[in-house]
């Protein structure tokens, strides 16, 4: 193994597989590194009694033309599977009884979830003014346009399935740019909307149409494919005591491989993908204080529990699943269907269903025993789901201490943060979830722009 690379890439998740596949394909010379011992970081998909179930994110959206590529670009090592009817039938938690989450204005006008003064709101809001401060939070913003109980039953429950967060420390601007930029182009959410519904989109965009998916097989398939094609001998897993510095001609990397042996390095370049957290002890040349706004990030715990019955005799599974909106006060963010979105997720006539728990503001319950879960969850099971009995033929639990990374005001330091180090330190670029979004979308479109910006140098 030759000891100098073109870059060396710190992380094997779904950005640093997606940086190395693209410089790894333009030739250069690419060493990743990673702590675990398999790439995919908290992608990981599991087999067990028949059933195929995630341990990290479920689905991912087609919400970036950069991921449908990548798609593209693995076949036919990597096949798509995009959700079916199901996924466009969502419920919210109403009062203790699932209700269908409005589709349109209509229906937005005649569903239980909304008060009659907020349904008159939603019909007044495109013709409100824009905002003006840039760090309003989600929840303010909302109120402003939709009113409360559009915030308690629609927002709520949304923010609660993509960042386990909460709406009043999450600000639209870096947690929801799309939605930001909504109203201050548009002056309107429902006008926006309609305006560009009718925008011409350019042919390669057409690609990104927002559709649920998955990888027959589990999302696995998809990092396994990334890894496969850039070939293991170019991967060091299962490192530690990791430690970068600046030499005169690019970095040196010192870490200890698997085998307990010291090896070093040299890299012309150096993408980091790692979580804010780690960046310290990995980059100890980098002043403190310019370390301190990058690695400011609040990151919200979640337990995710795979549940599985060879029989099911509860409530109907016939949508995508069901979200719990923080006000109805109970102990799951809320379930999702696998088995009804996608193929050979559970043994026939089965049913395999995601849980969530913990999250920005119950971030106590992730701290119960497995066996405080497992009866948490049979509680909510019997009141919410139609259960008389709880006996699961697969239970799984994962318990991810810093799931999600919430984008709150100081994102804003954060992002400025990164933009100063990376001008001071030629040759080093930092990534992840960090920074420009959570979803499996944004980690890709990430990844492949770092590559870009190295390739076109």
């Not at 569903?111 to 013709?127: A, H, N, S, V, Y």
């Not at 990791?242 to 085998?259: M, P, Q, R």
């Amino acid at each position: 193994m030759s000891n100098h690379y073109d870059a060396v890439v710190l992380g094997a998740g779904l950005t640093g597989l997606t940086t190395s596949f693209y410089l790894n394909k333009a030739g250069k010379r690419i060493l990743v590194i990673d702590t675990n011992s398999r790439a995919g970081g908290v992608i990981e998909t599991q087999e067990k009694n028949g059933y195929l179930y995630e341990k990290g994110p479920n689905t991912g959206i087609l919400g970036s033309i950069e991921i449908a590529n990548l798609i593209d670009d693995l076949q036919p090592d990597c096949e798509i599977e995009l959700g079916n009817n199901n996924v466009s039938k969502r419920f919210i938690l109403h009062k203790a009884k699932w209700q269908p989450l409005p589709s349109g204005l209509k229906k937005g006008v005649t569903t239980p979830l909304f008060t009659l003064m907020d349904k008159f709101r939603i019909l007044g809001e495109p013709f409100r003014k824009k905002g003006t401060n840039e760090n309003e939070t989600l929840a303010e913003l909302v109120r402003r346009r939709m009113g409360q109980s559009f915030l308690d039953y629609a927002i709520d429950p949304f923010i609660l399935g993509v960042y386990a967060g909460d709406p009043s420390y999450l600000v639209p601007k870096y947690a929801l740019p799309k939605l930001y930029t909504l109203e201050q182009e548009y002056g309107s959410f429902i006008g926006g909307a309609i305006k560009k519904k009718f925008k011409p989109k350019p042919e390669a965009d057409k690609k990104a149409t927002r559709k649920i998916f998955t990888i027959k097989g589990g999302l696995s398939k998809l990092t396994q494919a990334i890894y496969n094609s850039i070939g293991s001998d170019k991967f060091i897993l299962g490192a530690s005591q990791i430690s970068i510095n600046k030499n005169e001609n690019g970095y040196s990397i010192i870490l200890t491989n698997e085998d307990g042996e010291k090896v070093e390095f040299n890299s012309d370049k150096v993408i980091t993908t790692i979580p804010a957290f780690e960046l310290e002890n990995i980059l100890p040349f980098i002043e403190k204080d310019l370390l301190n706004d990058t690695q400011n990030v609040f990151y919200a715990p979640v337990v995710e529990v795979a549940i599985g019955f060879n029989k099911w005799k509860g409530v109907s599974l016939d949508g995508f699943g069901g979200l719990i909106p923080h006000k109805e006060k109970r102990d799951i963010l809320g379930v999702m269907y696998m088995s009804s979105l996608f193929e050979d997720r559970a043994p026939k006539g089965g049913a395999l269903i995601s849980v969530f728990i913990g999250g920005a503001r119950r971030p106590e319950l992730t701290k119960l025993t497995d066996e405080e879960i497992k009866d948490l969850v049979e509680r909510e099971f019997k009141e919410l789901m139609g259960l008389e009995d709880f006996n699961p033929d697969l239970f799984e639990l994962s318990r991810h201490t810093k799931a999600i990374p919430q984008y709150g005001k100081e994102s804003k330091e954060r992002f400025a943060s990164v933009k100063v180090i990376q001008n001071k330190y030629a040759g080093l670029y930092i990534g992840g979830n960090l920074l420009d979004g959570i979803g499996m979308a944004d980690r890709v479109k990430q990844g492949k722009q770092i590559a870009d910006s190295i390739i076109n140098i």
